[in-house]
């Protein structure tokens, strides 16, 4: 193996580039051993015996990946989170979220004539008052307590 430390230095300042980025043709080592001179290192150069590697980008790859796991809903536990429960998800817009299905259920019961407008009347201010947390549950109560028929 011949050394070719000089050159590679001559030729990383005359392609601008690191020593670690020249790349000397196998074949041709011996040609390249005898280019003693910047001048010699050019023609090298322009004979193609000896290049510059191309720089290594930055991988996108890791980014895609973690990108398309956050679109599934992952990578949102705790070590991730910034901010309260409150400000990820604000007190209003949770109560919204929850009781917006329970009055939608209590007017479809209504309508479909399933419960008198007093009761719906009396399930309406309880829901208001935050005793159901879902249609599901506004039903259980509702058949407990007699209002409603269990459907099968």
């Keep these: 193996m011949v050394d070719l430390k000089n ?3 001559m030729a990383a300042e005359v392609l601008k580039c690191g020593v670690n980025r020249v790349w000397i043709d196998p074949e041709k080592m011996e040609e390249v051993s005898n280019c003693i001179t910047r001048a010699d290192i050019r023609t090298a150069i322009m004979s193609g015996t000896i290049k510059a590697k191309a720089k290594n980008g930055t991988s996108y790859g890791r980014i895609r ?5 956050k679109a599934k809903g992952k990578r949102k536990g705790p070590g991730s989170r910034e901010g309260t429960a409150n400000a990820r998800v604000p007190e209003k817009r ?3 979220s929850i009781i917006r299905p329970i009055r939608d259920e209590l007017k479809t019961l209504r309508d479909e004539g399933k419960i008198t ?3 719906y009347r009396l399930y309406y201010r309880r829901a208001k008052g935050g005793v159901y947390k879902s249609r599901s549950h506004l039903r ?3 058949i407990n ?8």
């Design 140 to 142: 259980m109560h509702m």
């Design 94 to 96: 949770r109560w919204i």
């Design 117 to 119: 407008p007093s009761v």
């Design 7 to 9: 050159q590679k230095r």
């Design 145 to 152: 307590a007699g209002y409603l028929k269990e459907e099968e």
């Design 65 to 69: 990946k973690a990108s398309a796991q």
